[in-house]
């Protein structure tokens, strides 16, 4: 019987109880990859050093991207850090820009949440803004501030309104969603090949495509994996990026 298809799951720096570093990942991602995807999830640590771009294609059948609390270094998209732009995961950053482009030139699915679909508009050449909050007209995208509850955290908190006939649309078969919302940074300049797929009401891009993509190559700035198994929008994504993996690694079997 073949394996499932192997899906890498990107991990994040953390410094726990202040005391020593780790690289997490919620157990939500995997879970999706896992139960509702249809495939095998490895996390991948952020240890560049370790894991080179060319090593990581000879092993994965797909990448999913996760959130995480530090961002992409502005100098990745020719700014500098002036303080605005929080904390870094230098190591992350070095894996998944690279392992963006090869995968999706490759014809393997990217599927980017959060911290993701920053990640994939920057390898695309595309720019984020450090605190989409402080611009005129733009709504708090970020979680109630000192909340446990993990419902509260997640509720579905804005609508998201996608592009008509768009690569959400079509696939989702709707034009609107609402979603939750834990992020600080956004999507400023899009990247090139980046498409624009969902907006929220003040206009944050929230939902992307890669133009001229093989294989699925779609980004979301809420976070699909916490209701995955039952958000008719959330499983129709994991499922569509399985089928896709399934796609891609029967391609490279021959
Ligand atoms: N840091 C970025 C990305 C936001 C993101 O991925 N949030 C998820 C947080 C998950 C957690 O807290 O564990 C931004 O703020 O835009």
């Not at 000879?58 to 609390?69: I, K, S």
């Not at 994939?120 to 803004?129: E, I, K, Q, R, Y």
């Not at 696939?171 to 929220?200: D, F, M, P, Y």
Request: some cysteine; glycine content about 12%.
């Amino acid at each position: 019987m073949a394996h499932r298809p192997l899906i890498g799951v990107t991990a994040f720096l953390h410094r726990v109880d202040d005391t020593f570093d780790a690289d997490i990942c919620g157990v939500r991602t995997p879970e999706a990859v896992a139960g509702v995807a249809g495939c095998a999830p490895i996390v991948l640590p952020g240890r560049p050093e370790a894991l080179p771009t060319g090593h990581l294609m000879e092993l994965l059948d797909g990448l999913v991207l996760t959130g995480g609390r530090p961002n992409v270094h502005p100098r990745h998209y020719g700014e500098a850090d002036d303080g605005r732009y929080g904390k870094f995961d230098e190591g992350r950053t070095a894996i998944t820009l690279p392992l963006i482009r090869a995968m999706v030139a490759a014809g393997r699915p990217v599927f980017g949440i959060c911290l993701g679909i920053q990640e994939m508009n920057v390898a695309f050449g595309g720019s984020l803004h450090p605190e989409i909050r402080d611009e005129p007209g733009r709504m708090n995208h970020r979680m109630p501030p000192g909340e446990k509850d993990p419902e509260v955290i997640f509720r579905r908190r804005h609508l998201v309104r996608f592009r008509e006939g768009g690569a959400f649309a079509r696939l989702l078969g709707t034009q609107e969603t609402v979603t939750n919302s834990l992020h600080g940074q956004a999507i400023w300049r899009l990247g090139e090949r980046v498409v624009a797929e969902g907006r929220a009401e003040d206009d944050t891009i929230e939902a992307i495509s890669i133009a001229g993509a093989s294989s699925f190559a779609l980004g979301v700035q809420w976070h699909a994996e916490y209701a995955a198994g039952e958000d008719p929008v959330s499983r129709a994504l994991f499922t569509a990026f399985g089928a896709a993996a399934r796609a891609a690694q029967a391609a490279r079997n021959g």
